[in-house]
């Protein structure tokens, strides 16, 4: 019996590095937000180990040690531990024999032709080096984690629908096999469009430490400082003040359209009253970078002070941290059991739960002589 009556969440990130503003953008505020909502009974946030592992098998002490720069990431934010669960994907064996079992429902061909799937294969230079099987399965490892919380909700960006999409391809392929077992989960994508993708501030697609391009949630203000007025790309036509300028695919614009508000302008630059006529003001001409990224530095900081600060905090009491973390872990433990068992008895391979077996056995035998 499913949790069929609950709206439950899963979510999570590879602890490879630090957060940064692209995943607050994409992920952290929306995860507050859902945690004070009231709407889901339980929220779960898999710190994805096993996943890292998959492109980094020869540096498991970097994942080691970026969990727990990802949960101070999460406890920095604002995400509460009294209502979220925070859990540890290598600590939970439910997932791997789920994904072994779903590996069953699922083609070589199906798994190819996952775009978001090639595209990080791609991305990562697997296509030259040759392709490690555990990434080549990430779609059904990914449908391990979603299936063994009864998640119903999954919130992703746009370039994971993929990955939810062949989560319901599996889903929906196990109940017509074993009987209405398994929760359909579906996507949850931001509405705002500047929530979907921030880009590094050089203009990169996507933000990556390999690259540099990242302003992290627990750099220091000189750092964030250096990252807007050393690499962040404005237009190259605009080239002196009275310049007519571009605001579309200006990253500090697109910046500015993630995280300022109006109530920043009225603080720090009262010339304006809202982006809109700052972006007017630059179009026509007479507005300088400098004045730009000066002010976004100003928004950037009001959002990170408060980050740091806590983030100091918690760093102070690694113990409370790391029985978090347990904690959560624990409770995961019990919850992906649980549905183990029901997936195990739906497949009848559930042995030993009881010695049912044998009068089947006897009958079996009974009827073969």
């Known amino acids: 019996m499913t949790n069929e009556n609950k709206h439950i969440i899963l979510t999570g990130d590879r602890p490879t590095g630090r957060l940064h ?42 994942i080691r040690e970026n969990i727990v720069n990802v949960i101070l990431d999460y406890l920095s ?17 439910a997932l791997h024999a789920l994904t072994f079992y779903y590996m069953n429902l699922v083609t070589t061909a ?15 230079g697997f296509a030259d080096e040759g392709l490690p099987a555990g ?12 299936t063994a ?25 196990f109940n017509r096999i074993y009987g209405e077992t398994l929760v359909l989960p579906k996507a949850m994508i931001p509405e705002n469009e500047s929530q979907r993708r921030l880009p590094g501030v ?35 036509a605009h080239l002196r003040i009275e310049d007519p300028g571009h605001t579309e695919g200006n990253v500090v614009f697109m910046y500015l359209d993630a995280f300022c508000t109006n109530e920043h302008f009225a603080e ?28 976004l530095i100003n928004v950037l900081e009001e959002l990170l002070r408060p980050v740091r600060a ?25 919850v992906t059991n649980e549905t183990l068992a029901r997936v195990q008895k739906a497949m009848q391979i559930n042995y030993f739960e009881d010695r049912l077996v044998i009068d089947e056995w006897k009958k079996l035998l009974t009827t073969q002589k």
């Open 135 to 146: 990434f080549f399965t990430y779609p059904v490892s990914q449908t391990a984690d979603i």
């Open 268 to 295: 720090y630059l009262p010339d304006y009253s809202c982006l809109d006529e700052m972006k007017e003001h630059y179009r026509r001409g007479g507005l300088g970078d400098g004045v730009c990224k000066k002010f």
């Open 77 to 93: 934010v604002g995400l509460d531990p009294e209502k979220i669960t925070f859990c540890v994907q290598s600590a939970l064996p």
């Open 110 to 124: 199906r798994l190819s032709r996952n775009p978001t799937v090639k595209a990080e294969i791609q991305m990562r």
């Open 202 to 236: 050089d203009g990169k697609a996507k933000m990556s430490k390999s690259l540099g391009n990242c302003i992290y949630l627990s750099d220091t203000p000189k750092t964030v400082k250096t990252q807007i007025n050393g690499k962040m790309f404005t237009d190259p």
């Open 21 to 62: 503003l692209g995943h607050y953008v994409g992920s952290l505020k929306q995860r507050v937000e859902l945690q004070n909502s009231g709407k889901f009974d339980d929220i779960y946030i898999l710190i994805a180990d096993d996943q890292a592992l998959t492109d980094n098998v020869d540096n498991p002490r970097k």
């Open 149 to 173: 919380f009864d998640a119903d909700v999954v919130p992703v960006g746009e370039d994971q629908l993929p990955m939810i999409e062949q989560a319901r391809e599996i889903v929906e392929k």
């Open 310 to 334: 806590n983030r100091q905090k918690w760093e102070k009491d690694i113990d409370t941290v790391y029985d978090i973390l347990l904690a959560g872990t624990q409770k995961a433990q019990k």
